[in-house]
């Protein structure tokens, strides 16, 4: 196996690993919509099952619909990072690591959906005291943080790292 490869599935691995152990705590600990305050007016562990997609997105669909959905795309997610990640040359490690940070969040989340056909969340954070947007923030998952990191880390690559490999710098 390439050594580029070693770094995907170690780098993945603790990750899905914690986020599958974490979901699983959560499952046995809590009942469904049970909440446990850790700090209060803003951060909460409440076990919920999300049919839908980021943020709930979807969710109001046929059963159907979500369970061929949320297989199919995030199979297709998968696919397309590790041609990405299979086509990064070795000095993007920001780019590589930002791969891998997805990657690991989709399959998290997609062992859930092959699983239970929802995904279990269960970081449930209030905003509503924070003026001018008084929402309250979706519940989340390890899964989803690391696919939000690997996202805000892409980002961040793209405008100030990419142009540098491109030229070759």
Known sequence: MKKK???LVLGSLPII???QITKEWIQLKFH???SLTIISKFLYITYIHNRGGAFGLFSNMGEG???TFFVIVPLLAVAFIL???HNAETNQKLYKLSLILIFSGAIGNLIDRLRFNYVRDFIDVDLTWVPFYKQ???AFNVADSSICIGVTLLIIYSFFF???HK???
């Open 32 to 34: 469904l919509f049970e």
């Open 136 to 138: 309250h923030w979706p």
């Open 83 to 85: 041609y990405l990640y």
């Open 162 to 164: 990419e142009h540098k």
């Open 65 to 67: 619909f979500l369970n």
């Open 167 to 169: 030229r070759g710098v």
């Open 17 to 19: 690993a914690l986020d």
């Open 5 to 7: 490869y070693v770094y």
